[in-house]
T-cell receptor, first 115, second 114 residues
Framework: ETGVTQTPRHLVMGMTNKKSLKCEQHLGHNAMYWYKQSAKKPLELMFVYNFKEQTENNSVPSRFSPECPNSSHLFLHLHTLQPEDSALYLC??????????????FGPGTRLTVL | DQQVKQNSPSLSVQEGRISILNCDYTNSMFDYFLWYKKYPAEGPTFLISISSIKDKNEDGRFTVFLNKSAKHLSLHIVPSQPGDSAVYFCAASGGGTSYGKLTFGQGTILTVHP
């Protein structure tokens, strides 16, 4: 595997289900990100992890719970979601940069539908 | 409050002509700007970037221009090819300890007709 991979690619879940999204990067990066892309909206940053430590939580509801066990893996645990949470969830990675700069490499995303 | 805006939702261009995609930003602390391209069912792919200390960066058919006083950047694609048809996002970062946090525009759908 190369680059950034995400599983599953598609997920349909009910509002009472618990599921997890997985992201893995094979680039040797030490920063990982979760983004949400809703229809006709810009990509919204959700969480940032640098060297496994969460450095950014962009006011995300607690029904989304990230986990970063190491610099290569990132999870997003989902529980009691709402239909408006249906979106494309994208994972990205990059080298840690002090400020600005640095391109991020994205995975293909997980298309989530909440019924 | 959207800090990065792409005011044109779509752009249609003939093959071989120039494509110009525009992006405006409001946060004067941004010091690094990027363009990403996204095909359906794929994640965004990095295209080109520019630091605020420059006003132009060129990479093959792609050139990004930055006008700091106007808080405006643009991506020029010359010549445009049908394979360039995709959604283009501009993104910005900066402002101290942002650790590479990117703020994205809403995207412009580019269609290049043969």
């Amino acid at each position: 595997e190369t680059g950034v991979t995400q599983t599953p690619r598609h997920l349909v879940m009910g509002m009472t289900n618990k599921k997890s999204l997985k992201c893995e990067q094979h680039l040797g990066h030490n920063a990982m990100y979760w983004y949400k892309q809703s229809a006709k909206k810009p990509l919204e940053l959700m969480f940032v992890y640098n060297f496994k430590e969460q450095t950014e939580n962009n006011s995300v509801p607690s029904r989304f719970s990230p986990e970063c066990p190491n610099s290569s893996h990132l999870f997003l645990h989902l529980h009691t979601l709402q239909p408006e949470d249906s979106a494309l969830y994208l994972c990205a990675s990059s080298q840690v940069v002090a400020s600005g700069g640095g391109e991020q490499f994205f995975g293909p995303g997980t298309r989530l539908t909440v019924l | 409050d959207q800090q990065v805006k792409q005011n044109s939702p779509s752009l249609s261009v003939q093959e071989g002509r120039i494509s110009i995609l525009n992006c405006d930003y409001t946060n004067s602390m941004f010091d690094y700007f990027l363009w990403y391209k996204k095909y359906p069912a794929e994640g965004p792919t990095f295209l080109i970037s520019i630091s605020s200390i420059k006003d132009k960066n060129e990479d093959g058919r792609f050139t990004v221009f930055l006008n700091k006083s106007a808080k405006h950047l643009s991506l020029h694609i010359v010549p445009s090819q049908p394979g360039d048809s995709a959604v283009y996002f501009c993104a910005a970062s900066g402002g101290g300890t942002s650790y590479g946090k990117l703020t994205f525009g809403q995207g412009t759908i580019l269609t290049v007709h043969p």
